[in-house]
């Protein structure tokens, strides 16, 4: 198909999935190398062999040359996976790159509280990601940080994100339970470790 949508997709954001991609980078990724050799017959079966050999992280450098993952989420966009394969991506706990590909997905193409949902957990995985800066220039990211980035900025990997209401509006209109952190959760068990402790201490 070439670079065409999938003819049984559905608009997102009110638009065809790949527009979620700048019209200039969408077309520096057809005219790349690893689109036209890597990406041109994928299935989404297919594209997670991909996902999982990616070197990095990134949205376009040096040239304006697209890095392969963002390649793959246009891949991901014209295909159009189901919800349940792209939680499938978040889930996995062994492939971080299919990770962060899958959590770039959800947060261009969901709903403000799926987004919280399923990507606020992945604040406990601390994983090494390469970034490839716009320079060409790699640097030393995370997981947790990728998903932050997600979470509160505009752009990221060089691409506009859609609107994300604010996490609080949420709360307030009980579409969100109050977010705990591991921390705070790591903080409650060790305070019901030490409070069993006590009370295993009083009992003899």
Same mark, same amino acid.
């Given at each position: 198909?070439?670079?065409? $949508?999938?003819?049984?997709?559905?608009?997102?954001?009110?638009? =065809? &999935?790949?527009?979620?991609?700048?019209?200039? !980078? @969408?077309?520096?990724?057809?005219?790349?190398?690893?689109?036209?050799?890597?990406?041109?017959?994928?299935?989404?079966?297919?594209?997670?062999?991909?996902?999982?050999?990616? &070197?990095?992280?990134?949205?376009?450098?040096? =040239?304006?040359? *697209? $890095?392969?993952? /963002?390649? %793959?989420?246009?891949?991901?966009?014209?295909?159009? &996976?189901?919800?349940?394969?792209?939680?499938?991506?978040?889930?996995? *706990?062994?492939?971080?790159? /299919?990770?962060?590909?899958?959590?770039?997905?959800?947060? /261009?193409?969901?709903?403000?509280?799926?987004?919280?949902?399923?990507?606020? *957990?992945?604040?406990? #995985?601390? @994983?090494?990601?390469?970034?490839?800066? +716009? !320079?060409?220039?790699?640097? %030393?990211?995370?997981? #947790?940080?990728?998903? #932050?980035? %997600?979470?509160?900025?505009?752009?990221?990997?060089?691409? !506009?994100? *859609?609107?994300?209401?604010?996490?609080?509006? /949420?709360?307030?209109?009980?579409?969100?339970? +109050?977010?705990?952190?591991?921390?705070?959760?790591?903080?409650?068990?060790?305070? #019901?470790?030490?409070?069993?402790?006590? =009370?295993?201490?009083?009992? @003899?």
């Amino acid at each position: 198909m070439a670079n065409r $949508t999938a003819v049984d997709a559905h608009s997102i954001h009110g638009t =065809n &999935p790949q527009y979620l991609i700048e019209k200039i !980078t @969408r077309s520096r990724i057809y005219d790349s190398l690893y689109w036209k050799e890597e990406c041109f017959a994928l299935t989404v079966e297919t594209l997670i062999d991909k996902a999982v050999e990616l &070197p990095c992280i990134g949205g376009v450098y040096g =040239n304006q040359k *697209p $890095t392969e993952f /963002l390649c %793959l989420m246009l891949k991901l966009l014209q295909l159009q &996976p189901s919800k349940d394969i792209v939680l499938e991506f978040i889930r996995d *706990p062994e492939f971080k790159y /299919l990770r962060a590909l899958g959590a770039f997905y959800l947060r /261009l193409t969901g709903k403000s509280k799926e987004i919280y949902k399923y990507l606020e *957990p992945l604040y406990a #995985d601390y @994983r090494k990601l390469r970034e490839r800066l +716009p !320079t060409g220039d790699f640097i %030393l990211s995370h997981v #947790d940080e990728f998903v #932050d980035q %997600l979470l509160r900025e505009d752009r990221v990997c060089g691409t !506009t994100l *859609p609107h994300l209401t604010q996490r609080h509006l /949420l709360e307030e209109t009980s579409k969100l339970e +109050p977010y705990v952190s591991v921390l705070d959760q790591l903080d409650s068990g060790a305070s #019901d470790a030490s409070a069993d402790s006590c =009370n295993e201490a009083h009992a @003899r």
